[in-house]
Nanobody
Framework: VQLQAFGGGLVQAGGSLRLSCAASGRTFSSYRMGWFRQAPGKEREFVAAISKSGGLTYYADSVKGRFTISRDNAKTTVYLQMNSLKPEDTAVYYC???????????????????WGQGTQVTVSS
């Protein structure tokens, strides 16, 4: 599966952005989807994940209550709605996909087999 993320940009603290990730292929509904981010000088960090049907979602503690992941299998797209943004949310955000993963490995980058090119999110204070 090929992934293309877009929707990043510059926003003031407290603002909102919605990232989208368009996936190629007719088997999109077979993949678990997620988002990671990487800030300058830091390791890649798990942000959120969603099950194949969209019925289960998982979030990093740092974004819980502010970010919402969702998917539209008919449009082969996954979204990340980001509200109440903070300067520490500044990072390159990557869309990820995997066919199979166990819960305890959601935050392990190497457990996700497909990565998009990333989109920059910058939150000014």
């Amino acid at each position: 599966v090929q992934l293309q993320a877009f929707g990043g940009g510059l926003v003031q603290a407290g603002g909102s952005l919605r990232l989208s990730c368009a996936a190629s292929g007719r088997t999109f509904s077979s993949y678990r989807m997620g988002w990671f981010r990487q800030a300058p000088g830091k390791e890649r960090e798990f942000v959120a994940a969603i099950s194949k049907s969209g019925g289960l979602t998982y979030y990093a503690d740092s974004v819980k209550g502010r970010f919402t992941i969702s998917r539209d299998n008919a449009k082969t797209t996954v979204y990340l709605q980001m509200n109440s943004l903070k300067p520490e949310d500044t990072a390159v955000y990557y869309c990820v996909a995997t066919y199979r993963i166990i819960y305890s490995n959601l935050g392990v980058p190497t457990s996700w087999h497909y990565w998009g090119q990333g989109t920059q999110v910058t939150v000014s204070s």
